[in-house]
């Protein structure tokens, strides 16, 4: 299993149509989003915290693949501590720094809801396929064929750039370039990575077009993409996380909308 690749399982959540996942994930992120508040996105997050034993994903891989948020959450959350609005008590002031009750609060609310709407993102699409998912916007949401294929070519091909980096890595070793100046190394190999990516994409865009996949023919899938009730009970289980969190701010008195 590759970090980029679908966690294979027999879990009840595995075999969910991925277009739920995707459903209860935008509703979930959109009630979230109605507010700015803390109290909302703490009490959605340990919501989904309880749902995350159920996701199907082993401790260290869930936070392998969640990595990049528990970075980028506190950076956001010290940006917005020493950039925020100012409102309340001030603690420290030096040119564009204000850091005051406002902009900590802000902060720890900021923090919150990017765990809040990243993490249920995350760990429902470690669980989809590729495959699957195209099968489920063509049949379920009746997206243009040509709209999924694409799609799923573009995601298919960025599996292989980690592949296409770590073979540019022992390239480059094997030349004896790789042992020094890794800045100028990231970049080089970088702008290898795009040329690479250009030119299979070109490649692919022909290939695909040559074999039809351009044209507004009515297509047929083979294999049926199932939507019922175990789909619906996770959308309904997103709208309830949301409408509990939106609920708990109001009773506190925290609600805070986000335009205004």
């Given at each position: 299993?590759?970090l980029l690749g ?9 075999a969910?149509n991925p277009?739920a ?5 935008l509703?979930?992120s959109?009630?979230l ?7 909302s996105a703490a ?5 989904e ?6 996701a199907?994903l082993a401790?260290?891989?869930f936070?392998r693949?969640t990595?990049?948020?528990w970075i980028?959450?506190?950076l956001?959350?010290?940006t ?5 609005v100012?409102a309340?008590q001030t603690y ?16 720890v609310a900021t923090?919150l809801?990017?765990l809040?709407i990243g993490?249920?993102?995350?760990v429902?699409?470690a669980?989809?396929?590729p495959?699957d998912l195209?099968d ?10 040509r ?12 599996g292989?750039?980690l592949?296409d ?6 390239a480059?070793r094997?030349?004896?370039l790789g042992?020094s100046?890794r800045i100028r190394?990231?970049l080089?190999?970088?702008?290898a990575?795009?040329v690479i990516?250009?030119?299979r994409?070109?490649?692919l ?7 039809g996949?351009g044209?507004?023919?009515v297509?047929t ?6 939507f019922?009730?175990?789909e619906?009970?996770?959308?309904a289980?997103g709208a309830?996380?949301?409408?509990t969190a939106l609920?708990?701010?109001?009773l ?5 909308f986000?335009i205004?």
């Amino acid at each position: 299993m590759t970090l980029l690749g679908p966690v294979r399982g027999t879990r009840r959540i595995h075999a969910i149509n991925p277009v739920a996942k995707l459903t209860a994930s935008l509703l979930l992120s959109v009630l979230l989003l109605v507010t700015i508040d803390w109290v909302s996105a703490a009490v959605a997050l340990v919501l989904e915290s309880i749902l995350f034993l159920w996701a199907g994903l082993a401790p260290r891989a869930f936070f392998r693949r969640t990595a990049a948020l528990w970075i980028a959450a506190p950076l956001a959350g010290v940006t917005t501590i020493l950039y925020g609005v100012p409102a309340g008590q001030t603690y420290l002031q030096f040119g564009l720094i204000h850091v005051s009750d406002g902009s900590i609060a802000l902060a720890v609310a900021t923090v919150l809801r990017i765990l809040a709407i990243g993490l249920p993102a995350v760990v429902l699409f470690a669980t989809v396929d590729p495959t699957d998912l195209a099968d489920g916007l063509a049949q379920v949401w009746h997206l243009p064929s040509r709209f999924v294929l694409g799609a799923l070519a573009g995601i298919r091909l960025v599996g292989l750039f980690l592949d296409d980096w770590r073979q540019l890595e022992l390239a480059r070793r094997a030349r004896g370039l790789g042992d020094s100046g890794r800045i100028r190394r990231f970049l080089n190999q970088a702008f290898a990575l795009l040329v690479i990516s250009l030119r299979r994409g070109s490649k692919l865009a022909t290939a695909m077009e040559a074999r039809g996949f351009g044209g507004d023919t009515v297509r047929t899938w083979a294999r049926p993409s199932p939507f019922g009730g175990r789909e619906w009970l996770l959308i309904a289980i997103g709208a309830v996380i949301g409408a509990t969190a939106l609920t708990a701010a109001v009773l506190a008195g925290t609600f805070r909308f986000v335009i205004g």
